[in-house]
């Protein structure tokens, strides 16, 4: 029983780190549309400074502006924390590094659900922003 949990867990890891590259990919190289092929239209997104949630249309909104005024530079993740995972559904936490083209350089913890949704492409459906502290505190980031 244990090594299918294992291969489940291997497989769930290799799903997330695709998404993950595929992610950081289209965002770095300004590709909207496939980027966006990556969130869910039922995304949800926490934790973010002065929001209570942002939707996908809200997401969607501000990034193609965001894409079309090149205002990033690049965007990388780093480190995979596997939380839970289903057939359909994958938890896991990692770094995002976000690197604007003036220089600014945001680092944060994000907890992604990812789904398998109908059409087979695996979307986030939820994202939340972690705390320094609980990042600190996961083992994702050093001490700050």
């Known amino acids: 029983m244990p090594q299918d949990t294992n291969k489940e867990n ?7 780190q695709k998404w993950l590259d595929a992610s950081a990919f289209t965002a770095t190289n300004n590709q909207f549309k496939e980027h966006f092929n990556l969130i869910s239209k039922k ?3 926490t934790g973010v400074y002065g929001y209570e949630s942002i939707s996908y249309d809200d997401w969607a909104r501000q990034s193609e502006q965001e894409f079309k005024d090149n205002v990033l530079k690049s965007v990388s993740y780093e480190g995979l924390k596997l939380l839970a995972t289903n ?4 938890m896991f936490k990692t770094i995002e590094t976000v690197l604007a083209n003036d220089g600014e350089r945001k680092v944060q913890g994000v907890e992604i659900l990812l789904t398998q949704e109908e059409d087979g492409v695996w979307r986030v459906t939820q994202e939340r922003v972690m705390t ?3 990042s600190v505190h996961d083992g994702l980031m050093a001490s700050l």
């Open 10 to 16: 291997e497989n769930a890891i290799s799903i997330a």
């Open 87 to 90: 057939e359909t559904q994958i």
């Open 43 to 45: 995304v949800r997104v």
């Open 132 to 134: 320094n502290a609980e």
